[in-house]
């Protein structure tokens, strides 16, 4: 019975996913891209063809026996990216933990070494084959022997058999030699015949089927010129030939029989992935993986599911898990509880534990501290029972954040296994992921997860912490991150209450104006199309009303934003289509999105606060992003006339900080101008203009203004010339001019610029004046696009960084507030640097002074903070 043979080109499946995929770092650095799209490839073979033999062939070095037919044979390739060549050693060591053999072979390539291989095994019947990206490997295409050629991405190939070849490039594969000898290959610096490609190479063959025949009745060859170039060049095609045959007996010390696969150690593959950052292909090696499972070779664990909670469960300090598989805790059933403390590992119901007295009596009594992985959601999934948990003293994501702001994954295992601690499996490892995400039929398999999970939380606290306190971090997570965490619950829970028929309403309006937009487009065009179709509008717009083009894309006319905005001045219905857009995307992402998020039993929406999310620390809004309703357009603004506060004869109240990260920034960097003129109540850009232009503060115009209000923003958020040049529609020399001048009248703030880098380059990190901490890996990086943003980043992190621990602290601050006075008035969203709060009309008096009093005290600053408030029927009355 034939076996299946399978001869992997290395080197050329590396370049081409190094080439395929962007930069990808794991939590150490190392470069991964090209490791990651290779393993995919190999993944998806081990799939599909579940080969009986296969290798891994590299190429030895720079030079081979080629170099001594022709000196400069791949003379002409670029250095390999030092990006690349570091992954190398990374993709050996994937190979070992899939247990897959790899070869190279000094002064041979891969090429021969596959060639040999190849043919050794086509000769024993074996079926075989090729994987590669590099086209002379079409030689060896035989009834035994198929290639198969990557064509975009990595697992994307052609696989070429006789038959297939000849359709695709109407040659032999006997006679790809030949071809390559004729056309040449820059990418080889093979010379072949300059002038020839490969439609006329094709042509020859087809005429005279071999490279010798053709030289022997070179007199039958039609047109003179190319006849000159065929016989000036005829050594150069000879030796071409040469350098491009694969020598098919080289002398390797592997042969087919010592290439065998049988498989992989699902552990060891598992590790691996684990290590390199590659969470996602997890599922992949639990299912098709062969050898001892993860899940068998996790330590024992004990685990009690209790059916009634007895007060003797609990010592005073638990860690606690309330296990959700879906994303989305507001709606997602709660699958187990586990209770994890020095004497017991228990779990048990959400129905169990709310009906027992002594569970709820713990869970609210805040003397007694409980250990949680992410406060927020355990208080949501609590208080959706009628649960409100007190005493949390731990949050291991906040934590986990704190410590790594730059990871994106911040799950228990992960953690975990971050921290050398494997006894727990990925939730994908349990449940599956995406589509295929379930609980599975074995309760006991669900609960012992969960046990795992709690077991290691209360393991990993005192190391983290320890941690914390070594960055001088712990009193930001204690003090600040995990009491807004139970406060942000709270408001989720809480909700804002919308008026769904005024989005309707708006939605009706809205159909009503995109309709008058288009037709007035159609009128502009002197015809109707597809307005949404760019294959249709380029026409329109650069062929018939004669737009001059800016930019082409593989299709056609390139008509997006940024090309359209430059052309705005230049005919009216660019700023239609520009509207029609921003119409269309209000009604479909915030109208129709909007209504499709209206909690069902409370009319209201729910949003999601993510709070271990951004590297400055700023929270950002998910299901629905309430931070990004677009408020430029007023139909933009108008929306937020759906959102109205729940009781009847309450307001909404809005208070929002003025400048606060300007402020920061004048504390920050002790620039005596800037704080000065806050103190004394300038307008800031007024007196940004007066210094930059060199005029009176009485003389400064309205674009004097808006182009120091540009730099005064662009500096907080480490704008370039070019940026600048954007934003303000001016050249990059007159935008440099703008910033120099802009640091020479407020030195401290050029000081504090530089200092800002020069920390980040010595420490590796930049901090917030409450030791929030960026790590910048890239700040010493020779790439200058990596180190220029590094270096931007270095100093706008601690500004923005600094003014989100501000809000955050006031939000405290103000919850602590409202509770002592007994106000009814409540805190619904925050919204970048403004809280909006809902409360009774008879408590707005006392509110606007209340509000300002906390927010404008919470932090002291060398300059002052100052709140503007208001309130209205609707979120857009109280602006």
């Keep these: 019975m034939a076996e299946k043979v399978v001869l992997i080109d290395g080197n050329s ?89 790899y070869y190279q072979l000094p002064n041979y390539e891969a090429d021969d070494i596959i060639g040999t291989l190849a043919t050794q095994a086509g000769e024993k019947g074996h079926e075989v084959k090729v994987i590669s990206g590099d086209k002379d490997l079409l030689q060896l295409v035989n009834d035994q022997i198929t290639v198969s050629l990557t064509k975009k991405g990595i697992t994307n190939v052609d696989t070429y058999t006789p038959s297939f070849l000849m359709e695709k490039m ?84 592997v ?31 639990q299912e098709g993986g062969e050898g001892e499972s993860v899940a068998e070779s996790l330590p024992d664990i004990d685990v009690k599911v209790v059916e009634e909670v007895t007060p003797d469960l609990f010592t005073g300090g638990e860690a606690l898990v309330v296990e959700m598989l879906y994303e989305n805790y507001h709606t997602a059933p709660v699958e187990g509880i586990a209770i994890v403390n020095e004497d017991s590992k228990v779990v048990l119901s959400m129905e169990n534990a709310v009906k027992s007295e002594a569970f709820v009596s ?81 309760d006991q398999v669900v609960y012992e997860h969960i046990v795992r999970k709690a077991a290691t939380l ?20 204690v003090e600040l991150e995990m009491p807004l965490a139970v406060i942000l619950g709270r408001m989720e829970h809480r909700g804002v209450s919308v008026d769904v028929s005024r989005l309707q309403e708006m939605g009706a309006e809205l159909e009503e104006r995109l309709n008058k937009v288009e037709q007035e487009v ?39 934003a940024d090309v359209l905005e430059q052309l705005e001045d230049q005919h009216e219905i660019i700023s239609k289509i520009l509207l029609n857009r921003q119409l269309s995307k209000l009604k479909s992402t915030y109208i129709e999105g909007l209504l499709k998020v209206v909690h069902e039993d409370t009319g209201k929406i729910h949003t999601r606060f993510n709070q271990a999310l951004t590297q400055t620390g700023r929270l950002s809004s998910t299901d629905p992003n309430l931070q990004n309703i677009p408020i430029r357009l007023e139909e933009g603004r108008k929306i937020r006339q759906a959102f109205i506060p729940s009781r009847e004869g309450w307001v909404m109240f809005a208070s929002d900080y003025s400048q606060i990260e300007l402020r ?125 943003f590094a270096e931007r980043t270095a100093m706008n992190t601690p500004i923005q960084g600094s003014a989100a621990d ?22 619904l969203l925050q919204v970048h640097d403004e809280l909006i709060i809902e409360a009774p009309e008879a408590e707005i008096k006392k509110l606007e002074t209340l509000v300002a009093d906390v927010m404008e005290n919470t932090v002291e600053l060398d300059v002052p903070l100052k709140v503007d408030s208001s309130y209205g029927n609707t979120w857009y009355d109280a602006k």
């Design 806 to 827: 501000v809000i955050k602290k006031a939000m405290i601050d103000l919850e602590e507030k409202l509770q002592e006075e007994k106000m009814e008035a409540r805190v």
């Design 458 to 477: 209360y393991k990993l606290k005192g190391n983290m912490e320890e941690q914390l306190k070594a960055n001088e971090q712990y009193e930001l997570l």
């Design 362 to 442: 713990w869970a609210e009594d805040a003397s007694k501290e409980k250990w949680v992985f992410d406060a927020k959601q355990t208080a949501v999934a609590l208080m959706r029972h009628g649960v409100d948990i007190k005493g949390i003293s731990f949050d291991l994501l906040l934590a986990s954040y704190l410590l790594n702001p730059s990871e994106n994954n911040h799950d228990i295992p992960a953690i975990a296994h971050r921290m050398g601690e494997t006894a727990v499996q990925y939730d994908e490892e349990v449940y599956g992921k995406g589509a295929k995400m379930k609980r599975p039929e074995d």
């Design 13 to 101: 499946i590396a370049y081409r996913a190094f080439f395929a995929l962007p930069l990808l770092n794991n939590d150490k650095g190392v470069y991964t891209n090209a490791v990651y799209g290779f393993t995919t490839m190999l993944l998806k073979i081990l799939e599909e063809d579940q080969p009986d033999h296969l290798l891994v062939a590299f190429d030895a070095g720079k030079t081979t026996f080629r170099h001594e037919t022709y000196q400069e044979y791949k003379g002409g390739r670029q250095k390999t990216p030092s990006e690349l060549s570091e992954q190398f050693p990374v993709l050996k060591e994937l190979l070992d933990a899939f247990g897959v053999k």
């Design 170 to 253: 109407e040659v032999r594969a006997d006679q790809i030699i030949d071809l390559k000898a004729l056309m040449g290959d820059n990418s080889d610096n093979i010379p072949g015949v300059p002038g020839v490609g490969e439609k006329t190479a094709v042509k020859l063959l087809k005429q005279f089927d071999t490279l010798e025949n053709l030289y022997e009745n070179l007199d039958e060859v039609s047109g003179k010129k190319l006849k000159e170039k065929l016989e000036t060049n005829r050594g150069n095609a000879f030796m071409s030939q040469q350098l491009v045959t694969i020598e098919r007996n080289a002398p390797i010390d």
């Design 522 to 560: 159609y009128e502009l065009a002197g015809e109707e199309f597809n307005l949404n179709s760019p294959k249709q509008l380029g026409p329109i717009l650069f062929e018939k009303l004669d737009l001059p083009v800016i930019k082409k894309t593989k299709t056609g006319y390139s008509t997006s």
């Design 664 to 788: 920061v920034l004048a504390h920050i960097a002790g620039d005596e101008k800037l704080i000065e003129a806050f103190r004394e109540d300038k307008d800031i850009h007024t007196q940004t203009a007066s210094e930059v232009f060199g005029v009176p503060a009485s003389d400064v115009t309205g674009e004097m203004r808006r182009q120091a209000k540009a730099v005064n923003f662009g500096i907080v958020y480490g704008i370039s010339d070019y940026g600048l040049s954007q934003s303000l529609g001016i050249s990059r020399k007159e935008a440099q001019a703008f910033i120099d001048k802009y640091l020479e009248s407020y030195p401290g703030v050029k000081t504090y610029m530089e200092e800002s880098v020069r920390e980040a380059k010595e420490t590796g990190y930049v901090r917030t004046f409450m030791n929030r901490r960026r790590y910048l890996p890239d700040i010493t990086s020779r790439n200058f696009n990596k180190r220029s």
């Design 255 to 285: 042969s087919v029989d010592t290439i065998g696969y049988e498989g992989y150690q699902t552990q060891q593959v598992s590790g691996f992935f684990k290590e390199l950052g590659f969470q996602s292909l997890l599922p992949r090696i």
